[in-house]
């Protein structure tokens, strides 16, 4: 199994940034489709967004223009950028890692294989 640990979430005010750390395994990122999701109490799950093994991203529309992933192959860690935060966005956010059978490394089709345990992001108005 591939070991996620997400840190970096926290409580910020509308307007503001964050960033998300995932913690992986070796050579988890650079073999893998690795990605970011998020689930707001009361909402399904939702895919916020990708990156590959060669680090080509994709984003849900919403989050476009304000939230970078990336991955520090050095560090065997994925980040995410998150600017002009919205309190819409509080939510539960989750590392995951190595897509399953089927799909693809995309953000609307990308179904993962391992989880982290989550990190909150509470975004105040």
């Known amino acids: 199994a591939v070991q996620l640990v997400e840190s970096g979430g926290g409580s910020v005010q509308a307007g503001g940034s964050l960033r998300l750390s995932c913690a992986a395994p070796?050579?988890?990122?650079?073999?893998?489709?690795m990605g970011w999701f998020r689930h707001a109490p009361g909402k399904g799950r939702e895919g916020v967004a990708t990156?590959?093994?060669?680090?080509?991203?994709t984003y849900a529309d919403s989050v476009k223009g304000r939230f970078t992933i990336s991955g520090d192959n050095a560090k065997n860690t994925l980040n995410r950028q998150m600017n002009s935060l919205k309190a819409e966005e509080t939510a539960m956010y989750y590392c995951?890692?190595?897509?399953?059978?089927?799909?693809?490394?995309?953000?609307?089709?990308?179904?993962?294989?391992?989880w982290g345990q989550g990190t909150q992001v509470t975004v105040s108005s």
């Open positions: 995951a890692a190595v897509a399953s059978p089927g799909t693809y490394c995309r953000v609307h089709q990308f179904t993962a294989r391992y």
């Open positions: 070796r050579n988890t990122i650079t073999r893998n489709c």
């Open positions: 990156i590959d093994y060669i680090g080509t991203s």
